[in-house]
């Protein structure tokens, strides 16, 4: 092995260290739930108050500790269910078969549809 070939490795490494610590310390929190059904809101919750939310016969949202997850689900592959609980802005559990998404923002006021950057 090469010296470039350390220095490259170590370049990398650094870049990688550095970008997973930035994601780390950058994390907002989120402040509310936004649950979506065939693209259409079904509700707005907030992320501090628990509570269970039923969509449709098929999902069941629960929110506790500061987190929200997909309790239960009828669709055959329970993707959605193992996802486990999210907490952070912008984090997303999506039920496919049920066409179910929930979403945390930031406020109340944000748009879940809104773009975080516009690329032209």
């Known amino acids: 092995m090469k010296k ?3 220095i490259l490795g170590a370049v990398v490494l650094l870049l990688c260290v550095l ?3 930035g994601r780390h310390v950058l994390k907002r929190d989120g402040a509310y739930v936004v649950v979506k059904r065939d693209g259409q809101l079904y509700g707005r919750y907030a992320l501090d108050e628990e509570q269970e939310i ?3 016969t098929g ?6 500790d500061g987190t929200a997850r997909m309790a239960d689900a009828d ?7 193992r996802q486990g609980r999210i907490s952070s802005d912008g ?4 039920c496919m078969p049920n066409r179910v998404t929930v979403q945390i923002t930031g406020s109340a006021g944000e ?10």
């Open 91 to 94: 984090a997303v559990i999506t």
């Open 4 to 6: 470039a070939d350390v």
């Open 111 to 120: 748009d879940a549809d809104a773009p975080d950057a516009i690329a032209y």
């Open 19 to 21: 970008w997973l610590g």
């Open 59 to 64: 999902n069941r949202i629960v929110i506790e």
């Open 54 to 56: 039923a969509v449709g």
């Open 75 to 81: 669709c055959p592959d329970q993707i959605c269910v």
